[in-house]
């Protein structure tokens, strides 16, 4: 299993950036996840396999959009106004289990393929 992130960069605050995860070969829930300089690493939001339900960490709702193209095999996360607050390392995972088409865990011990970070600065 491979995920591959991509689309972090520096940008102001009140910008938008769009994360995108690309996973070959996994019918999973897929998350993102960031993790701040000396700070444990954080649960941002879900998709669940079917796309039907996602769900979303307080700090971000209304403001992140998580989406996913099952026939292309990518996540998107959509960010809009940013905040400095937002820096971070972007990881985008993939649920250990598949239960059902709407599981969409929060916790990161449900997770169990892991790609690479991407790094996302926000700037004051």
């Known amino acids: 299993v491979q995920l591959q992130a991509s689309g972090g960069g520096l940008v102001q605050a009140g910008d938008s950036l769009r994360l995108s995860c690309t996973v070959f070969?996994?019918?999973?829930?897929m998350g993102w996840f960031r993790q701040a300089p000396g700070k444990e690493r954080e649960f941002v939001a879900v998709?669940?396999?079917?796309?039907?339900?996602?769900s979303y960490s307080d700090s971000v709702k209304g403001r992140f959009t998580i989406s996913r193209d099952n026939n292309k095999g990518t996540v998107h996360l959509q960010m809009n106004t940013l905040k400095p607050e937002d820096t971070a390392v972007y990881y985008c995972a993939a649920a250990s289990a598949s239960p059902s088409s709407a599981y969409a865990p929060v916790r990161e011990t449900s997770y169990h393929y892991w790609g690479q970070g991407t790094q996302v600065t926000v700037s004051s």
């Open positions: 998709v669940s396999r079917s796309g039907s339900r996602t």
């Open positions: 070969g996994l019918d999973r829930a």
